[in-house]
């Protein structure tokens, strides 16, 4: 029997185990990472970024709280996260910033064109100490002569990639620089962009263009054009002067680097049964793609060819390209989304864009990366093109083995964050 006595006797223990209970649960507590990523949303590239690494994230280390620190997520971009992410805490106010500063346990510098939030990075490593770790970025990410700011900033990058539990670099051209440029992080290695694992949608929406304009699934490959420098000063929204000998540079090369793009569409149309989409990766290419392939097709042409009047977000765009046989271009991040799901995708790029092209050779796919500095390449574009639509099952097949590289590596490197967080 159970009586009074037993019970006193056995309280003080009872007492100690109680006590103790905090502090089991701070010693088992959630980990926090707080990701400083979105650094725009004019361009579904750089709005691929985040979603990508938050997928990651999501199916790698399941236990983890996220909150996003972004630059922007406006232009409905906040919504189609939040739609996707409904967990995901989103922090912009001084006050949330700080909050999150003394709640999160590492911060993860997100995929991007450079060491972007190199401030930021900084803040947090003098204010909290607590580790961050940098996942695939270009390296030093400007074009030609670097600017004074640039120089200036250069040393504080190098310490901060030193500094890191990990510098992963979306490219080998990087990697390379970092090493001969004095980063010496004990973890230095390439690791793919955090966009080629977005899995946004807006089915309902892609569905209803495609059929408005006759598209159907499998039957069409997407099209993408560009300049050497995107001409930012032509979007309202990004209150820019315009820059004179960026805009004459696009002049002079706007014609030879599009030209082989508008040919593979004249072949493809006439020596296959595929349609033509021409889309956007960025505003302002929705006026370029007509002024610079639609409006000068022959007209025998432009009956299978559609072209995007309007920008569009990312889960509307990776839904379209699931749709599609493929795509081809002079833009980066449409590509990568596409192999991320095993869609063929080719690849033009140009010294204007950095070294962030070359990640297509890292992967496994050298035979579809086309240089336009270099004529020889420039003349293997469109027939690279037509044979990609001539020939489906191959170009899947390829495909598929570039997503399983990709996959690979994101495995590997989410298991080093999931340690690091860990430690």
């Known amino acids: 029997m159970y009586t009074r006595r037993d019970f006193l006797q056995q309280t003080p223990g009872l007492i100690a185990l109680l006590a103790g209970l905090p502090a089991l649960a701070r010693s088992g507590k959630q980990k926090t990472i707080l990701l400083r990523s979105s650094w725009q949303t004019v361009n579904i590239g750089d709005i691929g970024h985040t979603p990508g690494v938050l997928a990651l994230l999501e199916k790698h280390i399941p236990g983890a709280a996220v909150r996003l620190w972004p630059s922007s997520v ?107 440029h004095g980063v010496k992080c004990p973890i230095m290695e390439f690791c793919p962009d955090g966009a080629f694992a977005v899995d946004l949608r807006n089915d309902a929406a892609a569905e209803a263009f495609m059929k408005t304009h006759g598209l159907e699934t499998g039957k069409f490959l997407c099209v993408i054009p560009r300049q050497r420098f995107t001409p930012w000063w032509e979007l309202p929204s990004k209150n820019r002067p315009l820059d004179e000998k960026k805009d004459a540079r696009n002049q002079e090369m706007k014609e030879h680097d599009n030209r082989p793009i508008r040919e593979a569409i004249i072949a493809i149309v006439r020596e296959t049964p595929l349609k033509i989409l021409i889309c956007p990766e960025d505003e302002t290419q929705v006026k370029l793609g007509k002024e610079i392939l639609y409006d000068k097709l022959p007209e025998d042409v432009k009956g299978k060819v559609v072209w995007r009047d309007r920008y569009w977000l990312t889960d509307e765009a990776v839904s379209t390209y699931l749709r599609s046989a493929g795509m081809f271009g002079l833009e980066m991040h449409t590509p990568i989304m596409c192999i991320g799901h095993g869609i063929p995708a080719i690849v033009g790029r140009f010294h204007e864009q950095t070294s962030k092209g070359v990640m297509w050779r890292d992967i496994g796919l050298g035979e579809w990366l086309f240089d336009m500095d270099n004529e020889a390449d420039v003349a293997k574009i469109g027939p690279a093109a037509l044979a990609m639509a001539k020939d489906p099952a191959a170009a899947r097949k390829l495909a598929k083995k570039g997503q399983q590289f990709v996959e690979k590596r994101q495995r590997e490197t989410m298991q080093v964050l999931k340690n690091k967080l860990n430690a």
């Open 74 to 180: 406006d232009n409905g971009v906040k919504e189609m996260l939040m739609k996707r992410f409904p967990k995901l805490q989103i922090v912009q106010t001084p006050e949330e910033i700080k909050t999150a500063f003394t709640e999160c346990d590492f911060l993860l510098h997100g995929s991007g064109p450079s060491l972007t939030a190199r401030k930021d990075v900084q803040r947090w490593a003098e204010e909290t100490g607590k580790p961050y770790g940098v996942y695939g970025i270009t390296f030093p990410g400007y074009y030609g002569e670097p600017s004074e700011s640039a120089k200036a900033a250069f040393p504080s990058e190098v310490e901060l990639l030193t500094k890191a539990q990990f510098a992963y670099f979306r490219d080998s051209i990087s990697l390379a620089f970092a090493k001969d």
